[in-house]
């Protein structure tokens, strides 16, 4: 079993920056694969970025040139970087490790 942690959730404007964080119980995540997804009200949750094992990366295309997802093996971390942030990426950002994983989900909101 693998517990996630979110954090860096909150409300910002719109133009503004947030830095999700989530980091697991275990040690060896540099074995899998680590995204983010995102559900908003009503809306079915989709996969915002993913990063292998090797470090490469996809993103959902809306977000693209605006968010990066980065890990650190280390230190069982998973990050996504949101910059530029609009209305329409309001939603619960979930961290999940090797599509088996979730975790609690941490807010982000961005309005004026």
């Known amino acids: 079993q693998v517990q996630l942690v979110e954090s860096g959730g909150g409300l910002v404007q719109p133009g503004g920056s947030l830095r999700l964080s989530c980091i697991a119980s275990?040690?060896?995540?540099?074995?899998?694969?680590m995204s983010w997804y995102r559900q908003a009200p009503g809306r079915e949750r989709e996969l915002v970025a993913r990063?292998?094992?090797?470090?490469?990366?996809n993103y959902l295309d809306s977000v693209k040139d605006r968010f990066t997802i980065s890990r650190d093996n280390t230190k069982s971390t998973v990050a996504l970087q949101m910059n530029n942030l609009k209305p329409e990426d309001t939603a619960v950002y979930y961290c999940?490790?090797?599509?088996?994983?979730w975790g609690q989900g941490t807010q982000v909101t961005v309005s004026s």
């Open positions: 999940n490790v090797a599509e088996k994983w």
């Open positions: 990063i292998t094992t090797d470090g490469r990366s």
């Open positions: 275990r040690t060896f995540l540099g074995d899998y694969g």
